[in-house]
């Protein structure tokens, strides 16, 4: 069983640019979270998918952020127009959640994403 | 909304012995559950131990157990038996019991002295 893989790992870009990260959940989980994470602080929640389903967005994700699921599988985040306040690692989770039971949300290793 | 602070940006132990990380959190909420997760240097974040809310017994995986303070609001993490490769980021985090998303603290540095 695979965790949690984003690609790319890094992303170097220039003001203005757009960019766009790629998360691929463990397989059987049906939510997918995006959080962002700035240097020496914790991460901060983005927004999450119910299998295809944005159900949730955090004030955090301006309208230069857009993130989709298609087929409730891999997950894309886009960021348009960068701005060096963007500069951040972004990290992806997944978990499977059914009725009340709560799983754990697993990780995957961020992108690093450093705007110029 | 719910807030997570952990009051000491770094701490320090020897190998071989035990450490306490502090967390306290605040929330109106009787149905949540508390993790801890680690993130090494340059790798990616994993969790360490879960506590649901309504569970009384503290949590314990290994060497890594939690005092579970309910009604203080506390959830602090025990590492006994240091060892060179408990040296990361410990983030304490907060997730509603109907909730989605996790709301984390700002998080501790751990170093391991030999």
């Known amino acids: 069983d695979t965790g949690v893989s984003q690609n790319p790992r890094h992303k170097i870009t220039k003001r203005g640019q757009n960019v766009t990260f790629r998360c691929d959940p463990i397989?059987?989980?049906?939510?997918l979270y995006w959080y962002r994470q700035t240097l020496g602080q914790g991460p901060e929640f983005l927004t999450y998918f119910q299998n295809e389903a944005q159900l949730e967005k955090s004030r955090l994700l301006s309208d230069r952020f857009s993130a989709e699921r298609p087929k409730g599988s891999f997950s894309t985040l886009e960021i348009q127009r960068t701005e060096q306040g963007d500069s951040a690692m972004y990290l992806c989770a997944s978990s499977f959640e059914a009725g009340f039971s709560t799983d754990t949300q697993y990780f995957g290793p961020g992108t690093r994403l450093t705007v110029l | 909304a719910q807030t997570v602070t952990q009051s000491q940006p770094e701490m320090s132990v020897q190998e071989a012995e035990t450490v306490t990380l502090s967390c306290t959190y605040d929330t109106s909420e009787s149905d949540y559950y508390l993790f801890w997760y680690k993130q090494p240097p340059s790798r990616q974040m994993i969790l360490v131990i879960r506590q649901e809310a309504y569970k009384q017994q503290n949590a314990t995986e290994n060497r890594f157990s939690v005092n579970f303070q309910k009604a203080a609001k506390s959830f602090s993490l025990k590492i006994s038996d240091s060892q060179l490769g408990d040296a990361a980021m410990y983030f304490c985090?907060?997730?509603?019991?109907?909730?989605?998303?996790?709301?984390f603290g700002g998080g501790t540095r751990l170093m391991v002295k030999p």
């Open positions: 397989s059987e989980h049906n939510r």
């Open positions: 985090a907060y997730k509603k019991g109907a909730g989605n998303m996790l709301t």
